[in-house]
């Protein structure tokens, strides 16, 4: 007899049945109900705080109304009372999550503020209410840019300068994808309310620079962004942001070449860019002289290493972008057209990069107003030892003097044996001005600079504390660029002190 046939005899065979039947669970049917009614609850709970803070607003709504009300007895306005019921009508409506009426009642309370003239707190008004206005969702851009632009007003009113170009850029921050051009113009307005005369007034100056800058590039307003580059370079290095400054440097050359070109690129790195102080011996530097010795040679691996190397990402976002775009035969934006009529020049800057940067940049001022290098004469351009060293030929030697006459063959020969005995440790002709008496200390002084400028050019400038080139990590081909073009300088100011 097996198991089950006896538990069937002994108890029936009910319990057997019943025995084999699986315990149903209630704990998981609890537990949900559980869950369900506690959330209702909160929902609840929720719902019935918002609705006290709402009949509460309403309540402080309804009394500053009555304060702008007129009577018998009550013959103006009270503007200064119905002002905090207002803005504690929009607390409370905030605190309830409804945004569009608590920004509605922070603009009447900026209304009421008005009404006394207080012009400050007419300005803060405002600005909560864009803030408000804007924490109501997206598609408030527009709106929220005119409460600040008025905010910014009653900031500029109330005298307060700063406040003013700070908000009148958290306006054209909230225009950047509303409107461009009324952007660019606010930007414009900003900066030039916080940094007058490039001195800036607020600490967070160079943060606005910034924000233009990234918004111009984004937008690929590139021209519009090479010129605020020169007023964000004398604002960094005035706020001792010199880091800052030399990145905004090596920005310019990679976009000149995104533009597709690489001749003006090269110009302006060599040309301007070299002159700013201790630009010669940073990260940046070497960063630019890659990319612009990569175009000039055409050399693809060089460009891929300039491309991937950190410097290149601690530019800005929208700067590596274009950056990591760069190809060296395809712009990865055009140029305007005079900036595309260069592209002839492109091959002869292959062939000789220092006549290219001398050409095409005379006349033009760098970012302190130092005047470049004019460009060759006919006599230096011409030469065929220049041609064939890719290098301008020296200046021609100066005009002989006039034949002595018989009773002055004497003295003659006394000056000619002057003039030996001070000949120029280069070569370089003394002055006619120095040969008839000129001061001994101005001839002195004379001979110094040109031994130090044409055989030391970069001793001050290029080498470090421990007497090692800093100029190392530079290409040869813009190391030598740089020493014509100093050379081509000294010979230029020679000629003026020769004049005067």
């Known amino acids: 007899m ?8 002994l108890f029936g065979k009910g319990s057997a049945t019943a025995s084999l039947a699986p315990a149903v669970s209630v704990t998981k049917t609890s537990s949900t109900a559980k869950t369900s009614t506690s959330a209702n609850t909160t929902s609840a709970a929720v719902a019935a705080a ?12 309804q009394k500053a109304e009555n304060y702008l009300k007129t009577s018998f007895l009550q013959w103006k306005p009270d503007y200064v009372a119905s002002a905090p019921m207002f803005e504690r009508a929009a607390d409370l409506y905030k605190q309830a999550d409804d945004m569009l009426t608590a920004s509605e009642m922070m603009l009447k309370a900026a209304q009421s503020h008005e009404g006394y ?5 007419v300005a803060v008004a405002n600005t909560k209410a864009a803030t408000l206005l804007k924490a109501a969702g997206p598609g408030q851009e527009k709106r929220v840019a005119e409460l600040l632009l008025t905010a910014a007003e009653f900031w500029g009113l109330s005298g307060d300068i700063q406040k003013y170009g700070e908000t009148t850029a958290k306006a054209a921050k909230e225009m950047e994808d509303v409107n461009s051009k009324e952007a660019k113009a606010t930007y414009e307005k900003s900066v030039s309310i916080l940094c007058p005369d490039n001195q800036p007034t607020s600490p967070i100056a160079v943060e606005i620079f910034r924000n233009f800058f990234s918004f111009l590039v984004r937008k690929r307003m590139l021209d519009d962004a090479i010129a605020l580059s020169s007023q964000m370079v004398k604002v960094m290095l005035a706020s001792e942001l010199d880091s800052s400054a030399f990145k905004v440097l090596a920005s310019v050359t990679v976009i000149q070449l995104a533009q597709g070109d690489s001749v003006k690129a090269q110009q302006t790195y060599l040309q301007e860019h070299m002159n700013i102080p201790g630009y010669l011996q940073s990260r940046e530097c070497v960063l630019a002289d890659d990319l612009t010795m990569a175009f000039s040679s055409e050399d693809l691996d060089k460009l891929d290493k300039a ?36 592209a002839p ?14 050409s095409g940049g005379g006349g033009k001022s760098d970012l302190f107003g130092k005047s470049a290098p004019p460009p060759l004469s006919a006599t230096q ?13 020296p200046p021609p030697p100066p005009p002989l003097p006039p034949a002595p006459k018989p009773e002055e063959a ?20 003394i002055d006619d001005d120095a040969e008839e008496g000129e001061d001994d200390d101005i001839a002195g002084d004379r001979k110094e600079r040109n031994y130090g400028e044409f055989t030391g050019v970069i001793t001050d400038s ?22 014509n073009q100093q050379q081509q300088q000294t010979v230029d100011e020679d000629d003026e002190l020769d004049l005067s």
Do not use: C, W
């Open 381 to 393: 351009q011409t030469s065929p030892s220049a041609r064939a060293a890719g290098r301008p030929a």
């Open 117 to 121: 003239n207080a012009l400050a707190s």
């Open 2 to 9: 097996s198991l089950t046939n006896n538990k069937a005899a």
């Open 345 to 358: 020049a492109r091959s002869a800057a292959k062939a000789s990069p220092v006549q290219s940067n001398s």
């Open 50 to 61: 918002k609705a006290k803070k709402i009949s509460e607003a309403e309540e402080y709504r």
């Open 462 to 483: 290029a080498r470090s504390a421990s007497g090692e080139e800093m100029m190392g990590h530079l290409s040869a081909a813009t190391t030598e660029a740089l020493l």
């Open 307 to 342: 491309k991937r190397s950190p410097e290149m990402h601690y530019l800005d976002y929208e700067v590596q972008q274009l950056g990591k775009a760069l190809t060296l035969f395809d712009p990865v934006f055009l140029a305007p057209a005079p900036a595309q009529a260069t």
């Open 410 to 429: 004497g003295e003659a020969d006394e000056e000619e044996a002057e003039e030996e005995e001070h000949a120029d440790l280069d070569g370089l002709h």
